[in-house]
Nanobody, 122 residues
Framework: RVELVESGGGSVQAGGSLTLSCTAS???????MGWFRQGSEKELEGVAA???????NYADSVKDRFTVSKDNVNNIFYLHMENLKPEDTGMYYC?????????????????WGQGTQVTVTS
């Protein structure tokens, strides 16, 4: 079992930036990982992911604003968010050990963190 701990959430004004971190208890070097979010009264949605080979995927709503990256030495997965909008508000979750190519499908991931809250005010 791998434990994932998210950090970096907070409250920011629209147009601001935040970087979320996901620290894993095991090696992430060869594993696909993803970020998901759930806003109030919304379903869990895939935000961004990085494949084991390094390829990136992004939801249309965050393209050109969010960037994922991995630190394979320290086993940390990042989500850098710029030009934040109120609709980006939600609980953000890190997920790991994806079992197939469906990066935005929550059922594709084996392990999940507890989440970190992001609030964007207008």
């Amino acid at each position: 079992r791998v434990e994932l701990v998210e950090s970096g959430g907070g409250s920011v004004q629209a147009g601001g930036s935040l970087t979320l971190s996901c620290t894993a208890s095991g090696s992430i070097a060869r594993h696909a990982m993803g970020w998901f979010r759930q806003g109030s009264e919304k379903e869990l949605e895939g935000v961004a992911a990085i494949a084991g080979g390094g390829g990136h995927n992004y939801a249309d709503s965050v393209k050109d604003r969010f960037t994922v990256s991995k630190d394979n030495v320290n086993n940390i997965f990042y989500l850098h968010m710029e030009n934040l909008k109120p609709e980006d508000t939600g609980m953000y979750y890190c997920a790991s050990w994806r079992r197939d190519a469906k990066w935005a499908n929550k059922d594709s991931y084996m392990f999940w963190g507890q989440g970190t809250q992001v609030t964007v005010t207008s």
